[in-house]
């Protein structure tokens, strides 16, 4: 999803088994743990993290010179128990699974002896070092803590090691580590990391310079399948999501905004909602009513039974259709240039044939399982906060402003996330819960009904580009001009990110793309509709990847060339993309014949850190309905953690990405959301699942992400196999089957 670009350095190649270089150093330290412990710091320095940011951002400048940065801590009790607290959060991608991994691999446990913890709200603290401040999202949580982590735990070993060999009184050379016990080979002497940890304490940190981690041909758990850590609990149903908060003498309450976007309250008449059992209070806010009542059942009674009145402003007659007219306006005008190779107009103009395409995408919604939610009890003198969140500091900043407190005044509980998507890198559901909160007495849990969330989330932007290419006599690319327009999500979340015009996130898939392509030209037209947009599962790549795909399929068929062969003569400088798409289209059987009313279509992308070719088989009905058969994925993510996670992200992002291709979008008529629940937020069922078969290139190269690749390559592999089925090209999503239908 976000910031590969932002979060880029100018450093050597990624060298596992060295010492960090200096430009990105990591930094240790040691200290005893209460209750006589070992504690690890692990940290970075922050001004290094940020440097790859045109501008640095607020949060990592605040914390930067050098300063020590810890981002993650490790424990070690006397009793052996290795806790880790955890600067990121679990939504399903599996780092409460691979962050152990990869201290386990250094520390030499077993990774069923690791606990974890939630951290707490602290940029300083618990800064994601690729992002500058406590966040997970945009792919980045394996790529920030791999190293750090290894080092963690190898910091922690080598201090067991020494402190058993000074109570033997020989050298540490002679020990090793093993299963959680330092060993003296020559005599078999052993003592159990609990019974040492305190002794490590009060150790001198090793240096960071000197630490060597395992090479990569020694790992020996890293890189392994290995069960989800977090799977016991959320089948027995002890796992606590942020909705599952219970508290002594707490009130449930629900909500309803203007359903226009800008709306406010006019009026309500509540003597009805007053009189429904259970409902305790009515909450008035600008532009909110919410209902506050014993438990949910009689809140949503409640509000059902509100009069009420809106004032709905100006955007009481807004529709998608005016929202895309002014987008196809503002599209006409030059953008802010985001790359300009060569002379694009002179090679234009000398091109043999010149291919152009309009393409759109909707906006999206996220419709995460676990609706939004957020418990709040304000007192006088502080406020404490229950709640799924990725952006917890943010959380804690937002509900400061709110309550007018010191941030230490702001207590923040982090919780498993019933989906994020990128929803919830959002906190705008923290600040309406606080001010509901500020009118009740008491703990209160504010919680978001289906339709409440639907019809306010932050949506995904629409998008509309113009894309083409000067062709030469054999079809091949002399020039490519791509045109975005569309929200900048980065303008509003994190300022610093948009200079020059554009912002490298909303670029992203279209600025670089894999293939060698002269004379390019991407531009970026700013355009704000009144629809609040955000991040979801990827937000340049979702549309960027199915416009640059779509066309690059386009393009061979202008030429009359097989789709994979046109993309393969545009690799040979690119051998990781040539080596996904090679094995792809081999395991999808590429030019094998299929039978008729089917088709296969093929996807490239680079994006997130990792290459991803991905091959989609689809059925066409004569009613126009779309089936996906089967999805091929070919990944290259540098090393991997665990296969485990890797197939889960890439299954779970296809089927993501398939609901999205064929039903996803969100439409405006009278300034309000027309969907409202899964009956027209339509998700794929379990009999519309594809076959989807996943296979991994082995890669020495840095770790990539992979909890968004998946999903921005889906879409493009579908529409062109619908293209290979059809012959009709589709250049605007979700899939129309009023455009499939036979005659």
């Given at each position: 999803m976000i910031f590969d670009r932002l979060e880029r350095l100018a450093r050597p190649a990624f060298s596992p088994e060295a010492g960090p270089d200096k430009s990105r150093r990591n930094f240790l330290s040691v200290s005893l743990a209460a209750g006589g412990g070992l504690l690890i710091g692990v940290g970075f320095n922050a001004f290094a993290a940020s440097a790859s940011a045109s501008t640095p951002t607020p949060e990592a400048a605040s914390v930067a010179d050098g300063a020590f940065i810890p981002n993650a801590f490790v424990r070690i009790a006397p009793d052996g128990q290795?806790?880790?607290?955890?600067?990121?959060?679990?939504?399903?991608?599996?780092?409460?699974?691979?962050?152990?991994?990869?201290?386990?691999?250094?520390?030499?446990?077993?990774?069923?002896?690791?606990?974890?913890?939630?951290?707490?709200?602290?940029?300083?603290?618990?800064?994601?070092?690729?992002?500058?401040?406590?966040?997970?999202?945009?792919?980045?949580?394996?790529?920030?803590?791999?190293?750090?982590?290894?080092?963690?735990?190898?910091?922690?070993?080598?201090?067991?090691?020494?402190?058993?060999?000074?109570?033997?009184?020989?050298?540490?050379?002679?020990?090793?580590?093993?299963?959680?016990?330092?060993?003296?080979?020559?005599?078999?002497?052993?003592?159990?990391?609990?019974?040492?940890?305190?002794?490590?304490?009060?150790l001198a940190a090793p240096d960071p310079q000197k630490l060597v981690l395992k090479p990569l041909d020694q790992l020996k758990l890293v890189g392994t399948p290995v069960k989800r850590l977090d799977a016991p609990a959320k089948v027995n149903g002890t796992a606590m999501y942020g909705i599952d908060v219970r508290l002594p003498g707490m009130k449930v309450a629900t909500l309803a905004q203007s359903p226009v976007f800008g709306g406010r309250l006019r009026s309500v008449d509540d003597s009805k909602a007053r009189a429904v059992r259970g409902v305790r209070q009515i909450v008035r806010l600008e532009d909110c009513v919410a209902v506050v009542a014993d438990h949910m059942g009689a809140a949503k009674k409640g509000l059902a039974a509100l009069a009420i009145e809106w004032d709905e402003g100006p955007n009481a007659k807004l529709s998608t259709a005016d929202i895309v007219n002014s987008m196809r306006e503002a599209s006409s005008r030059p953008g802010a240039v985001a790359r300009n190779e060569g002379d694009n107009a002179a090679a234009m103009a000398a091109a043999a044939t010149r291919h152009e395409a309009v393409y759109q995408v909707p906006f999206l919604i996220h419709a995460a399982m676990e609706p939004l939610n957020c418990t709040v009890h304000v007192r006088k003198d502080s406020c404490e906060i229950w709640v799924g969140t990725q952006v917890i500091s943010r959380a804690q900043s937002a509900a400061a402003a709110v309550t007018g407190l010191p941030l230490?005044?702001?207590?923040?509980?982090?919780?498993?996330?019933?989906?994020?998507?990128?929803?919830?890198?959002?906190?705008?559901?923290?600040?309406?819960?606080?001010?509901?909160?500020?009118?009740?007495?008491?703990?209160?849990?504010?919680?978001?009904?289906?339709?409440?969330?639907?019809?306010?989330?932050?949506?995904?932007?629409?998008?509309?580009?113009?894309?083409?290419?000067?062709?030469?006599?054999?079809?091949?690319?002399?020039?490519?001009?791509?045109?975005?327009?569309?929200?900048?999500?980065?303008?509003?979340?994190?300022?610093?990110?948009?200079?020059?015009?554009?912002?490298?996130?909303?670029?992203?898939?279209?600025?670089?793309?894999?293939y060698a392509l002269p004379n390019i030209l991407v531009d970026y037209v700013n355009h704000e509709p009144p629809v609040p947009t955000a991040f979801w599962r990827g937000v340049g790549p979702t549309h960027n990847i199915f416009v640059v795909e779509s066309f690059i399929d386009e393009l061979a068929a202008a030429a009359g060339q097989d789709p994979v062969a046109y993309r393969m003569a545009l690799l040979d400088?690119?051998?990781?993309?040539?080596?996904?798409?090679?094995?792809?289209?081999?395991?999808?059987?590429?030019?094998?014949?299929?039978?008729?009313?089917?088709?296969?279509?093929?996807?490239?992308?680079?994006?997130?850190?990792?290459?991803?070719?991905?091959?989609?088989?689809?059925?066409?009905?004569?009613?126009?309905?779309v089936s996906v058969r089967r999805v091929v994925c070919a990944v290259d993510a540098g090393v991997i953690v665990n296969p485990d996670t890797v197939q889960a992200q890439l299954q779970g992002a296809v089927i993501f990405g398939i609901s999205a291709a064929l039903y996803g979008e969100a439409t405006l008529k009278d300034g309000r959301i027309e969907q409202s629940n899964f009956h027209d937020v339509r998700v794929v069922r379990m009999d519309e699942a594809p076959?989807?078969?996943?296979?991994?290139?082995?890669?020495?190269?840095?770790?990539?992400?992979?909890?968004?690749?998946?999903?921005?390559?889906?879409?493009?592999?579908?529409?062109?196999?619908?293209?290979?089925?059809?012959?009709?090209?589709?250049?605007?999503?979700?899939?129309?089957?009023?455009?499939?239908?036979?005659?």
């Open positions: 290795v806790t880790v607290t955890m600067a990121y959060i679990e939504m399903g991608q599996g780092p409460y699974t691979s962050i152990p991994m990869l201290i386990a691999e250094e520390l030499e446990i077993d990774i069923r002896s690791v606990r974890l913890e939630h951290a707490p709200p602290s940029d300083k603290l618990y800064m994601n070092p690729r992002l500058g401040f406590q966040v997970t999202g945009g792919s980045t949580t394996i790529r920030a803590a791999f190293e750090p982590m290894r080092r963690a735990g190898a910091a922690a070993r080598v201090l067991l090691v020494e402190a058993a060999a000074q109570r033997w009184k020989v050298d540490a050379a002679s020990c090793r580590a093993e299963l959680g016990e330092v060993i003296h080979g020559p005599s078999g002497r052993r003592l159990k990391y609990g019974a040492l940890a305190g002794d490590a304490a009060r230490e005044k702001v207590i923040v509980h982090n919780h498993l996330l019933g989906g994020g998507f990128g929803r919830r890198l959002e906190f705008d559901s923290v600040t309406r819960a606080v001010q509901i909160a500020r009118q009740v007495e008491g703990p209160v849990k504010i919680i978001w009904t289906r339709e409440e969330d639907v019809q306010h989330d932050m949506y995904r932007p629409y998008f509309y580009d113009r894309i083409s290419a000067g062709l030469d006599a054999e079809g091949m690319p002399v020039a490519w001009h791509h045109r975005i327009t569309g929200s900048s999500i980065l303008k509003r979340w994190l300022p610093p990110a948009y200079n020059k015009g554009f912002d490298p996130e909303t670029i992203d898939g279209a600025a670089s793309p894999p400088k690119n051998p990781r993309a040539r080596a996904v798409l090679t094995l792809a289209a081999e395991k999808a059987g590429w030019g094998k014949v299929l039978p008729a009313g089917q088709g296969r279509g093929v996807s490239l992308q680079f994006a997130f850190g990792s290459y991803l070719a991905l091959v989609a088989d689809v059925a066409v009905s004569d009613e126009g309905n076959l989807i078969e996943t296979y991994v290139v082995a890669s020495t190269e840095a770790p990539g992400g992979m909890g968004e690749p998946g999903t921005s390559a889906l879409a493009p592999a579908v529409t062109n196999a619908i293209y290979a089925a059809t012959g009709k090209r589709l250049r605007k999503l979700p899939v129309d089957p009023n455009q499939l239908k036979k005659a």
